[in-house]
């Protein structure tokens, strides 16, 4: 068994919320052992504490949000990951908003965070969940499926499918995490053109821009739609016959999009709240469908340490 590990020091990072465009301020402390992953939203009465655990997630639709009562705190799953991944078995984050700042879609910038800060194992030993049986979970409706295998290590292979001649399908693997810096840290979240007016309408993507999502405009708009997206995003007008991605920056692979979900199984696999020797295989991953195999997980792993 190995020992729980935490942050050598602590470390802060500021940003544009994706859905409400707050300029918001989240600090990384060390925390003792046994403490898991918790967010304190400081900019609340009480400054209450969230446990990051699959059970208090309340909303999947756009991003992974865990809840305790009334305070709650949105797109923590890039941070997750990179926690996760980092081997950080411990962290409070610190956050004055209700959510974490988005920064550049990825988890470049925490796992960068992480490697300056340092890493400190702790006394108690980790809580592991060593892999016997296959565990699945399938979401028919939606052709997605999870599944969790006996393996040496942690390794995770994701397949993405969308009506879409940019993304029709795509496949991306990590056979270890030693490789999450260099393969997929820096993987961006993505967003189709047709989303982003019903999700201007819902109130959600205020601080959304090509700076911190990859936006695929795959299907002809008029020029005053996509120009009304434009404004809406603080970008300049393009020419609305020319399809394909909007953003100036390349992708930095191929299969970024797959790469990215792959990067969200990781972070919402770190609720389960312990580390995993095994190995995920999922198809058409997603945050609803990512929680609702963690929180079985955790029902296994529940019962088996009751007998």
Same mark, same amino acid.
């Given at each position: 068994?190995?020992?729980?590990?935490?942050?050598?020091?602590?470390?802060?990072?500021?940003?544009?919320?994706?859905?409400?465009?707050?300029?918001?301020?989240?600090?990384?402390?060390?925390?003792?052992?046994?403490?898991?992953?918790?967010?304190?939203?400081? #900019?609340? @009465?009480?400054?209450?504490?969230?446990?990051?655990?699959?059970?208090?997630?309340? =909303?999947?639709?756009?991003?992974?949000?865990?809840?305790?009562?009334?305070?709650?705190?949105?797109?923590?799953?890039?941070?997750?990951?990179?926690?996760?991944?980092?081997?950080?078995?411990?962290?409070?984050?610190?956050?004055?908003?209700?959510?974490?700042?988005?920064?550049?879609?990825?988890?470049?910038?925490?796992?960068?965070?992480?490697?300056?800060?340092?890493?400190?194992?702790?006394?108690?030993?980790?809580?592991?969940?060593?892999?016997?049986?296959?565990?699945?979970? @399938?979401?028919?409706?939606? *052709?997605?499926?999870?599944?969790?295998?006996?393996?040496?290590?942690?390794?995770?292979?994701? &397949?993405?499918?969308?009506?879409?001649?940019?993304?029709?399908?795509?496949?991306?693997?990590?056979? #270890?995490?030693?490789?999450?810096?260099?393969?997929?840290?820096?993987?961006? +979240?993505?967003?189709?053109? %047709?989303?982003?007016?019903?999700?201007?309408?819902?109130?959600?993507?205020?601080?959304?821009?090509?700076?911190?999502?990859?936006?695929?405009?795959?299907?002809?708009?008029?020029?005053?739609?996509?120009?009304?997206?434009?404004?809406?995003? *603080?970008?300049?007008?393009? #020419?609305?016959?020319?399809?394909?991605?909007?953003?100036?920056?390349?992708? &930095?692979? =191929?299969?970024?999009?797959? %790469?990215?979900?792959?990067? =969200?199984?990781?972070? #919402?696999?770190?609720?389960?709240?312990?580390?995993?020797?095994?190995?995920?295989?999922?198809?058409?991953? *997603?945050? +609803?469908? /990512?929680?609702?195999?963690?929180?079985?997980?955790?029902?296994?792993?529940?019962?088996? /340490? @009751?007998?």
């Amino acid at each position: 068994m190995s020992k729980q590990r935490t942050l050598s020091s602590a470390f802060t990072l500021k940003g544009k919320g994706l859905h409400t465009g707050l300029m918001l301020c989240a600090e990384f402390l060390p925390a003792e052992a046994g403490f898991g992953y918790k967010i304190q939203r400081t #900019d609340l @009465e009480g400054s209450p504490l969230i446990d990051v655990l699959a059970e208090n997630v309340i =909303d999947t639709s756009r991003g992974t949000v865990v809840a305790c009562g009334d305070a709650r705190c949105s797109t923590i799953e890039h941070c997750m990951a990179a926690l996760y991944a980092s081997g950080i078995d411990n962290c409070l984050i610190r956050v004055d908003g209700p959510e974490v700042p988005i920064l550049d879609g990825s988890a470049r910038y925490v796992w960068e965070a992480i490697a300056r800060a340092g890493v400190t194992e702790q006394d108690l030993e980790r809580k592991e969940l060593v892999v016997s049986e296959p565990i699945t979970f @399938e979401d028919a409706e939606n *052709g997605s499926a999870l599944t969790l295998l006996p393996a040496e290590g942690f390794s995770v292979e994701a &397949t993405i499918a969308f009506p879409s001649q940019f993304i029709h399908s795509q496949q991306a693997s990590l056979a #270890d995490l030693s490789q999450f810096g260099e393969e997929i840290a820096a993987a961006r +979240t993505f967003v189709f053109v %047709r989303e982003i007016l019903p999700l201007l309408q819902l109130g959600l993507i205020k601080g959304g821009d090509l700076d911190n999502a990859i936006v695929i405009y795959e299907h002809e708009v008029s020029q005053e739609m996509l120009d009304g997206i434009a404004d809406q995003l *603080g970008v300049a007008h393009r #020419d609305a016959t020319k399809l394909g991605y909007l953003n100036s920056r390349p992708l &930095t692979w =191929d299969n970024e999009p797959a %790469r990215h979900k792959l990067l =969200d199984i990781i972070g #919402d696999m770190a609720l389960i709240g312990c580390r995993i020797q095994g190995r995920i295989v999922a198809m058409r991953p *997603g945050h +609803t469908v /990512n929680n609702r195999f963690a929180r079985l997980v955790r029902q296994r792993l529940t019962s088996a /340490n @009751e007998q």
